[in-house]
């Protein structure tokens, strides 16, 4: 059973799917969402954008990713690669509140990568087998048994990390260096007014350098980086305060609330008045 997008706060959400790609590929639709997912890669080599970092994977690989925490996959050495993907909402779990803890308790609100051995490999792809072919079939009782198959999976998660598996480590060549010196430049920054030369200025490269190594190392251009940085201030704010949107846009800096307001619906599908209302029934 597939729980649409579209409907999620109304009822649980929960999907899972199995995709193969061949040749070069640079993922380019939403970088954060308000579910919580994870990644895991079946075959071929893929970088992975997070915490700030990028990280290289390799076959077996798996990241959870926090809701709203900025993320993006992007080709490594052009080579194929075949991936599962599960995204699902707390209240898809809401029924399991009893026998675990949250997933901020559970997981300390932190995104994470893991490398599992070979028997573990086997353990979480049959979860993922068994979730696959239940969405599929869509048998009754079907929402509750993939509630226990993903509860199983995180539980298994939870053990492997707490297990203190393999540590993947971040690349590290100086451009990388530069850009995530830039990266914690803009999260530190973002409420002020800033500007391509200005930013350049104070790195002390040419602009053209700048937009060239950024993009080249996280797969965003600096201006959409920002932008998503900025939505993820916004939506944290629109969902805790009753600041008046004008005053959100100003904080969070945006020049115009014009301007905030169209990047908002690109980036989140929906009005900042939209988003507040719908994220506090």
Known sequence: ?????????????????????????????????????????????????IHNRIYALQAGDLVF????????????????????????????????????????????????????????????????????????????WSRPYLQTLLLQLLIRLDRIRNAKPAVVIPEQSEAQHRVYGIIEYLDAHYGEKLTLGGIAEHFFISSTYLCRTFKQTTGFTMIEYLNYVRIRETKALL???DWRVTRIARETGFESIAHFGRVFKEITGRSPLQYRKQNRE
């Open 1 to 49: 059973m597939f729980y649409p997008r579209g409907r999620r706060g109304v009822e649980p959400f929960f999907q899972v799917e199995q995709l193969r790609r061949s040749g070069n590929f640079n993922m380019d639709t939403d970088h954060f969402h308000d579910s919580y997912e994870i990644y895991y890669l079946l075959s071929g080599e893929r970088h992975y954008y």
């Open 239 to 241: 969902r805790t305060t």
């Open 65 to 140: 990713i926090n809701k709203n925490q900025l993320h993006r996959t992007t080709s490594r050495n052009r080579s194929r690669h075949e991936r599962i993907l599960v995204n699902f909402d707390d209240l898809f779990l809401e029924p399991a509140a009893g026998l675990v803890p949250d997933l901020a308790e559970m997981f300390q609100g932190e995104s994470f990568l893991l490398r599992p051995n070979a028997h573990e490999q086997g353990e979480i792809a049959d979860l993922f087998q068994a979730m696959l072919q239940e969405q599929r079939e869509g048998a009754p």
